[in-house]
């Protein structure tokens, strides 16, 4: 049997011992669940159920044995008070409402987005503040596909150090980086992740899309403390101004109409185009295929061939 066979019969003993108004004798359990019901003996169904109490009763869950009144000596059955086991009142403040709504938005895009969503409400409907953004280190606003996000979260979480290659801007090559992570934020399509540069000692922003590979989370739990009144939405604004560069682009005749019509001048065929994000555009570059040439700077065209080349060994792979 696995373990999720098992972890679903076992909720189910609970489901049926916190319902029962009365204590539910094991002849009952046997009729109502359907592990039960299927053991092909009484003896391997007393085996089964005198297992599953004792681990019910490991994680805590108090379940009663109430013994029958006839003078006998015999049980009646077994029960879980609602009052013993159940949670008590819920409450938030506005600050940690806060937080959970962050943390659900962190999930909107994924498969549990939904019930994120729902658990959500109803946590709020027991309080008296409602979800709010709050200056915490992750402003959860859109999804992401970059690999290093959840690492760097985890690492947020248990003030572990990080360590990655990561390339600047018009570099070919990368160089390593250790870093003590304060905050993950959104901002313009970009994720970006402020901290203590341990190497230079002193603070820093990184762009997830430049780190190479995954970034990796090494030393000891709670290694380092977070500054008080940190600002990691101002601080990337701050590191991140509108760099603007000026491409020369070859455009096949008739080809890429869009890149043409944005042009800030087109002569031959060579067309002069400014982009902000070097990343952004070359993946845009790239899904135009052979139809265009990067001619300057040298960097993004470096980063096209590079994109180009991954594309090539992915198809062979397949």
């Known amino acids: 049997m696995s373990k999720s066979d098992r972890a679903e019969r076992l909720l189910n003993v609970l489901f049926a011992l916190m319902a029962s108004a009365r204590p539910m004798p094991k002849s009952a359990l046997r009729e109502v669940i359907d592990a039960y019901r299927e053991s092909p003996s009484e003896e391997a169904f007393e085996r089964m159920f005198e297992r599953d109490k004792d681990e019910l009763r490991g994680m805590g869950i108090p379940i009663e044995t109430i013994e029958g009144t006839d003078g ?17 009142e819920v409450n938030f403040t506005g600050d940690e409402l806060a937080v959970l709504g962050l943390a659900a938005k962190v999930w909107e895009q994924a498969s549990l987005g939904s019930s994120a969503q729902r658990a959500l409400r109803k946590l709020e409907s027991m309080g008296d503040g409602s979800v709010i953004d ?5 402003e959860a606003r859109i999804a992401t596909s970059e690999v290093s996000f959840p690492v760097l979260l985890e690492a947020i ?8 290659t990561y390339r600047k801007p018009r570099a070919a090559e990368g160089d390593a980086r250790n870093v003590q992570p304060w905050g993950v934020v959104s901002r313009r399509g970009h994720w970006y992740l402020v901290g203590h540069d341990i190497d230079r000692a002193e603070p820093r922003v990184f762009r997830l899309s430049r780190i190479a590979g995954t970034a990796v989370a090494y030393g000891s739990e709670q290694a380092f403390d977070i500054p008080n009144g940190i600002d990691v939405a101002a601080m990337i604004a701050a590191a991140t101004p509108e760099d603007i560069t000026t491409a020369l682009i070859q455009i096949d005749p008739g080809a890429a109409v869009s890149l043409r019509r944005r042009a800030l001048n087109v002569s031959n065929d060579v067309a002069e185009i400014s982009y902000g994000d070097e990343d952004a555009f070359a993946s845009e570059l790239v899904g135009y295929a052979d139809s265009v040439v990067v001619l300057a700077p040298e960097s993004l065209r470096a980063t096209v061939v590079a994109r180009l080349r991954q594309c090539i060994a992915a198809q062979a792979r397949s």
Do not use: N
Request: net charge positive.
């Open 72 to 88: 006998s000596g015999g049980i009646e059955g077994y029960r879980i008070l609602r009052d013993a086991y159940a949670l008590p």
């Open 134 to 138: 709050g200056p915490v280190g992750v």
């Open 157 to 164: 979480r248990s003030r572990r150090a990080v360590t990655f």
